[in-house]
């Protein structure tokens, strides 16, 4: 397969190149389209920017993905069942970047696209955990494949917050797939991870602080749904030691984010669906971060993710509990950076504050 990808290099060069140059000149006339219709995001309470601004950007990346996908004319047993869920994403987020439809139409949605993935036998039959083994999913892989799909468009949904932030961050996890579906021969995840790299990227030249145009959940929810669908395709086919772990890691900043979140107003006896600005972008605001910094932190934290998903993939028992210790880490670090610890206590960030103080001292 390797040599294959090699001696198809050109191909895939061009998909990168027109899924990215069709994004990038097709948000020009959506943004007129948008303003046209008014589907607008305005500022409120909750919003940084301070100005209306178009959404609908989505639109571009899936219609700049579809012209890479026919470019390289992938062919997959499930392949159809793929682009219909992929049109029921993005007809609910248009729905959604309109007309603010409420949330259980949106779930509905999502649990159609869902549906049809599972319909066609695309489902997670079967994981493997650490210490555990294989553990076959029998009577549970549909419902763990519904909550998969619905959990990663959401995850992807509630981290586009700050421009550039969801295409980023979207970006670098399948950029880190890519590299593992190379290494693991899987064609038809090159193929996917391409596109949609290429269209992200020609996205974020309009999208990165400060943006133009917003994806809208036309596009936060599509670029979930196709993390969700590639992960099946290729993560969680591999039978390795950490198979379930792997695409958790790849997408850790946008799940635990969510977690966190739903953790945080558990605690706080709050409505878990109630919208706030204590995601982990707006902590960074709130501690002095500017809008691109916090924004290039959360790349830079996503991007240490993926590395360490890229070394889990293949490391040994002994590298594996080295990177494992890393995980931990950076996961108190996310916790006490998204308030989720409760009564302000924030240990690691308070202990790292003191040894600062003692070096400058010296």
């Given at each position: 397969?390797?040599?294959?990808?090699?001696?198809?290099?050109n191909?895939?060069?061009?998909?990168?190149?027109?899924?990215?140059?069709?994004?990038l000149?097709?948000?020009?006339?959506?943004k007129?389209?948008?303003?046209k219709?008014?589907?607008m995001?305005?500022?409120?309470y909750?919003k940084?920017?301070i100005?209306?601004?178009?959404?609908l950007?989505?639109?571009?990346?899936?219609?700049?993905?579809?012209?890479?996908?026919?470019?390289?004319q992938p062919?997959h047993?499930?392949?159809?069942e793929?682009?219909?869920g992929?049109?029921?994403?993005?007809?609910?987020?248009?729905?959604?970047?309109?007309?603010?439809?409420?949330?259980i139409?949106?779930?509905?949605?999502?649990?159609?696209a869902?549906?049809?993935?599972v319909?066609?036998?695309?489902?997670?039959?079967?994981?493997?955990l650490?210490?555990?083994?294989l553990?076959?999913?029998?009577?549970f892989?549909?419902i763990?494949?519904?909550?998969?799909v619905v959990?990663?468009?959401?995850?992807?949904?509630?981290?586009?917050?700050?421009?550039?932030?969801?295409?980023?961050?979207s970006?670098?996890?399948?950029?880190?797939?890519?590299?593992?579906?190379v290494?693991?021969?899987?064609?038809?995840?090159?193929?996917?991870c391409?596109?949609?790299?290429?269209?992200?990227?020609?996205?974020l030249?309009?999208?990165?602080?400060p943006?133009k145009?917003?994806?809208?959940?036309?596009?936060?929810?599509?670029?979930?749904y196709?993390i969700a669908?590639?992960s099946?395709?290729?993560?969680?086919?591999?039978?390795?030691?950490?198979?379930?772990?792997?695409?958790?890691?790849?997408?850790?900043?946008p799940i635990f984010?969510?977690?966190f979140?739903?953790?945080?107003r558990?605690?706080?006896k709050?409505?878990?669906?109630m919208?706030?600005?204590?995601?982990i972008h707006?902590?960074?605001?709130?501690?002095?971060?500017?809008?691109?910094?916090?924004?290039?932190?959360?790349?830079?934290?996503s991007?240490?993710?993926?590395?360490?998903?890229?070394?889990?993939?293949?490391?040994?028992?002994?590298?594996?509990l080295?990177?494992t210790?890393i995980?931990l880490?950076l996961?108190?670090?996310?916790?006490e950076?998204v308030?989720?610890?409760?009564?302000?206590r924030?240990?690691?960030?308070?202990?790292?504050?003191?040894m600062?103080k003692?070096?400058?001292?010296?």
């Open positions: 397969m390797l040599n294959y990808l090699l001696l198809n290099i191909n895939l060069i061009i998909a990168f190149l027109l899924s990215l140059i069709s994004t000149l097709l948000v020009y006339p959506i007129k389209l948008a303003m219709f008014k589907v995001d305005i500022p409120d909750r940084i920017h100005t209306p601004t178009p959404r950007g989505g639109l571009a990346i899936f219609l700049g993905t579809c012209i890479g996908l026919v470019y390289l062919t047993e499930h392949f159809p793929i682009i219909i992929a049109l029921i994403i993005v007809a609910t987020g248009i729905l959604d970047d309109k007309f603010q439809i409420r949330p139409i949106k779930l509905s949605g999502q649990l159609l869902a549906g049809v993935l319909y066609s036998g695309l489902i997670i039959e079967r994981i493997t650490p210490f555990i083994g553990i076959e999913l029998q009577n892989s549909i763990i494949t519904v909550l998969w959990g990663i468009a959401n995850a992807i949904n509630l981290i586009d917050g700050l421009d550039g932030l969801a295409s980023g961050v970006t670098i996890a399948l950029t880190s797939i890519l590299i593992m579906a290494a693991d021969h899987s064609l038809i995840v090159v193929y996917f391409i596109v949609l790299i290429g269209s992200n990227l020609g996205f030249f309009h999208n990165f602080h943006a145009i917003y994806m809208g959940d036309t596009g936060s929810m599509f670029l979930g196709s669908v590639i099946m395709l290729g993560l969680f086919k591999n039978v390795t030691l950490f198979s379930f772990v792997i695409p958790v890691i790849v997408l850790a900043v984010d969510t977690l979140s739903i953790l945080r558990m605690v706080n709050e409505g878990i669906m919208p706030d600005k204590k995601h707006y902590q960074l605001l709130a501690v002095g971060f500017s809008h691109k910094n916090t924004v290039l932190f959360l790349y830079a934290f991007a240490v993710f993926g590395a360490l998903a890229i070394l889990f993939s293949n490391a040994s028992l002994g590298l594996s080295i990177i210790l995980l880490f996961l108190q670090l996310f916790a950076l308030g989720v610890i409760g009564k302000g924030k240990p690691l960030l308070d202990l790292s504050k003191k600062l003692r070096l400058k001292l010296m």
